[in-house]
């Protein structure tokens, strides 16, 4: 072989042998799409009918693909939920507005975004016959109950109290509201040792149908057309910056699973509670599937104007700090939108 051809076999070797060592190195260091965990929290409640009809039909494993791994956490309070994520032990959620309202504000608007709505609705305020309350005033010197100090509920009834002239005892007035866990809520109500709770789905119904309470007042009332966020769908702002298209893929099977809910009321209802079921080993009665289904709407609309109320209302109760939160970062409704056109729907906005 002459010299010239021995050289330029040699240096096509070399060359072959370092874009074979880039090519193993690139290999090394690009993340493995095999390996995505795409992490979903939500609650055995009512009001995540979404999230539970969603994985219990594999609807979002299916649309995240075979490239990622849905792996699912349950919780039973939104300030948990929010814990996690600052903890990015999670990356998705479906919660209330005001636990998502505070991890916006406590973050300075870096580690959530919400996506979408997921339910309208579904939280009354429901009253002991034997308490005698039927007009506002007759709440001063009752006891009353919440979920949560700070959650969606408990703004809803201090902001009502206040709204009718009322104080709560913890600001020297004659109402006293008492933060409890929905099932303490049930048997404090049985008991008779609280006149009354605001409390989200199934929970009202059960104060109804077991405990013998009366509705009081349905929030429903309260909002213009009857709407107002319960549940939506937020993401960790690090995951929507890192997996857009995973971020897609999973509202598109969010959006068809509030068609399918829609579409399907009965067969909906019977995958909500047989999930129910298997989280919490105890499945809910089907006349209290039946009418707490009648008081909330499954929607992707994030009625973002109801959440800016609710945030005006925490703010004024002294739960966001000293000055108004800046709320114009929070949501991120571009990709819902962008699927909602695919689908010859009308887009959703944030004020």
Known sequence: MKPLAR?????????????????????????????VTVRLGYFPNLTHAVGLVGVARGAFQAALGPGATLEVKTFNAG??????????????????????????????????????????????????PEAGIRVPEDLAG?????????????????????????????????????????PDILSLFKQGQIDGAWVPEPWATRLIQEA???????????????????????????????????????????????????????????????????????ALPQAVIDQAFTHLEITYDPIASSLFKSAEDAFSLGFL?????DLSGLYALEPLNAILAEKGLAPVAAP
């Open 212 to 282: 013998g309470g009366q509705v009081f007042l349905d929030e429903r009332t309260l909002w213009p057309g009857g709407q107002f966020v319960t549940t939506h769908l937020i993401v960790s702002k690090k995951f929507l910056d890192e997996h857009p298209d995973l971020v897609q893929a999973f509202l598109r099977a969010h959006v068809e699973t509030v068609q399918f809910i829609n579409a399907n009321p009965d067969d909906a209802r019977q995958i909500v509670n047989a999930e129910i079921e298997r989280i919490t080993a105890r």
């Open 7 to 35: 050289w330029s076999l040699s240096r096509l070797l070399l060359l072959s042998l370092l874009a074979a060592g880039c090519a193993a190195s690139a290999a090394a260091t690009a993340p493995d799409q095999s390996a």
């Open 142 to 182: 009752k006891k009353l109950a919440t979920p949560q100090l700070g959650n969606t509920q408990d703004v809803a009834l201090r902001s009502y109290l206040k709204a009718h002239g009322l104080e709560t005892a913890d600001k020297g007035g004659a109402v006293e509201i008492i933060p409890t866990q929905n």
């Open 79 to 128: 300030p948990s939920v929010i814990e996690a994520m600052f903890a990015g032990e999670i990356d998705l959620s479906y919660i209330g507005p005001n636990p998502a309202i505070n991890g916006y504000v406590k973050s300075k608007g870096e580690a959530l975004r919400i996506l979408a709505g997921a339910t309208s609705a579904g939280a009354l305020f429901i009253v002991r």
């Open 321 to 325: 700090g000293e000055t108004p939160p």
